[in-house]
């Protein structure tokens, strides 16, 4: 497969993005309850719940090193478009930006979660930053104590930092209760300004490329609802052109949910 230039691999990326965020963001997973500035998001059910953090935590992590695009974080190749975007037209590529660095900003930040391990009889204060919880409490709805070793490794370390040192087996051993506060009260607590971060970055995709399916949209001309998209003169590799036809459909429906704000009694513990 003959290398990808820039403008393809920010189509192959952003339609990648687009897929994830929807794969999260739909109504048969959740729904937007509230007004004005005070919404909350409610999953359907607590698997549909669990299965938002398993979905979150691929958002969050490399994209793979056999796909034909350079491996990345997925935020991170937003962020790398962002600042240097192949189709921004009077500055649409400005909420795209924000939101990523919102999102990012947000996640990095470090917090205190005073834990109860009663596995090994502790209680402790972890310092924490968001993202690394996040990727915890993924890896652990995804895999049980044999194939989580990783994060057993992690909690070790974190316990190390303040001042508590375990063995591996009991790292182990306090996977659940690690799960049951991160994931049943913290991530549960966090959904909905999640939910709103994700939906800013739909959002700032579609803001971002809706010039471009202004130039590229071509109705048939006749009586039908058929269309084509003119592609950019750059975009010649058969992988980046299905891509580019997914996104502009992408962009021609829109984000599934309106920009919402949660509610800011949602935002400020953790």
Known sequence: MSQM???????VYLCAVIELLRSMLNYEL????G????KSVQFKTMTHRQFFFIALVDFLSQTDAKAPVPSTPYLGAL???SCAPSFEVDDSVIHLKNAVKAFAGWLHEEIAVDTWLPSIDLQVDIRITRYLLLKIVGNLSKHNTLRSVGVAEELQRLLQKVGKKVELYQAMLIQEDIYEKFHDDVCAYHASTIAEFLNGLSWGVQLYLKPEYARSF???GDESLAYKFLYPEA????YAKTCYWNLMNRVRSGPIFPPFTVTEHLKGNY
């Not at 959740?30 to 309850?33: F, K, R």
């Open 79 to 81: 962020r790398a478009i």
């Open 235 to 238: 975009l010649e590799h058969p």
């Open 30 to 33: 959740m729904a937007v309850l």
């Open 35 to 38: 007004d004005g500035d005070h």
């Open 5 to 11: 230039n820039k403008m393809e691999e920010e189509v």
């Open 218 to 220: 071509t109705p048939a």
